[in-house]
C-alpha cells in the first residue's frame, strides 16, 4: 500500500502544466534519436561516454525544471538545489556529450548541410557564437545572472510570478552554459583557452559565487519569501540558512574538484613534455 502511494506521489509532482515540460521531452527525443544514429555508424567507445553524458545532463534537466524538485521548489534550500543542477551540472555533462552532432544527425542530410553552411567560421551566427563564448562574457554573463536573481527583489518576484520564475530558469541555465563553455573547451564558438587559463576562469568564479552564499547563510532575517509554505514545516529561516551552505559548500565543492582535475592534467602534461625534452 504505501508502495502504491509514493509511486503515485512520485507521477503527481512532476509539473505537466509547465511551458518547459513538452519543450523538454521533445529536446531529450531529438537528442536520443540522434545519438542512436550517429552511434549506429561509429563504434567508438568515446562516442559512447559522450553520449551518456548527454543523457545524463537531460535527465537532471528534465528532474530539476519539471520532476519532484519543481514541486517543492518554494522551500529555499530545494530551490537551491535546482540552481546548482542548472548552473553546475547540466551545461557541463550536456556540453562534454553529443549535443551538437546528435541533434545535427537528428535531421535529414540536406537539413544537415544546410545547418552547416549556416555555422560556417565566415557567416554571422558564427561571429555571434564566438562573441557569447568567450571566456570574458562568460564570466560576467554567469556573476550578473547570479547576483541579479539573488537579490531579494527579484527573486520574491520569481516566488510570486510564474512567467519572471521561467526567465530566472533560463537565465541561470544560459548563463551555465555559456560559464562552461570555455572550461569544457569545445572546437566550435570562441577559441580554445589553454588550461593554466581556465583555472584562472574558474578562481575568478569562486569568489563572486562564495559571496552570495555569505550573504544568504549569515543573514539575521528571512530574506526569501516570508509567508510561503516550506517542505517539512522548516523555520524559515533555516531553511534559508541551508539553502545558504548549499550554495557554498557542494558549489564551490564543483569548482574546485574541476580545478583539481585541471591542475593534474596541466602537471601530466608539464611533466611528459619535459620527459620528452630530457629524451
Known amino acids: 500500500m504505501n508502495n502504491n502511494i509514493g509511486f503515485i506521489d512520485f507521477i503527481t509532482s512532476w509539473n505537466y502544466s509547465s511551458l518547459f515540460f513538452y519543450f523538454l ?15 549506429a555508424i561509429s563504434k567508438n567507445n568515446k562516442q559512447l561516454l559522450k553520449f551518456y553524458r548527454g543523457l545524463l545532463g537531460y535527465i537532471l534537466l528534465i ?26 551540472l547540466v551545461p557541463p555533462l550536456i556540453l562534454s556529450g553529443l549535443f551538437f552532432s546528435a541533434n545535427l544527425w537528428f535531421f535529414p542530410r540536406i537539413i544537415r548541410v544546410g545547418i552547416a553552411d549556416f555555422i560556417r567560421p565566415q557567416k554571422p551566427f558564427r561571429k555571434f ?42 537565465s541561470f ?28 576562469y574558474l578562481l575568478l568564479a569562486v569568489t563572486p559565487t562564495a559571496v552570495v552564499a555569505a550573504f544568504i547563510t549569515l ?28 550554495m557554498w559548500i557542494p558549489g564551490n565543492t564543483i569548482f574546485i574538484g574541476t580545478l583539481t582535475v585541471l591542475f593534474f592534467k596541466w602537471s601530466y602534461k608539464q611533466s611528459k613534455e619535459s620527459r620528452k625534452y630530457k629524451g
Open 173 to 200: 541555465l544560459l548563463s551555465g552554459v555559456l560559464f562552461w563553455w570555455p572550461v569544457i573547451g569545445l572546437s566550435i564558438g570562441a577559441k580554445k583557452i589553454s588550461i593554466p587559463m581556465r583555472i584562472v
Open 25 to 39: 521531452i521533445i529536446t531529450f527525443l531529438v537528442y536520443l534519436i540522434g545519438s542512436l544514429k550517429l552511434l
Open 129 to 170: 557564437l564566438n562573441l557569447i563564448t568567450s571566456p570574458r562574457f562568460g564570466l560576467i554573463f554567469y556573476i550578473i545572472s547570479l547576483w541579479t536573481w539573488h537579490l531579494p527583489i527579484f527573486f520574491n518576484y520569481a516566488l510570486n510570478y510564474s512567467l519572471v520564475h521561467n526567465l530566472e530558469h533560463l
Open 219 to 246: 543573514a539575521d532575517s528571512v530574506i526569501y519569501g516570508e509567508d510561503i509554505p516550506r517542505l517539512l514545516n522548516i523555520a524559515a529561516i533555516e531553511d534559508q540558512k541551508i539553502g545558504g551552505l548549499i
Open 63 to 88: 528532474f530539476s525544471l519539471v520532476g519532484p524538485i519543481s514541486a517543492f521548489e518554494d522551500t529555499f534550500w530545494i530551490h537551491m538545489i535546482q540552481h546548482l543542477i542548472l548552473i553546475m
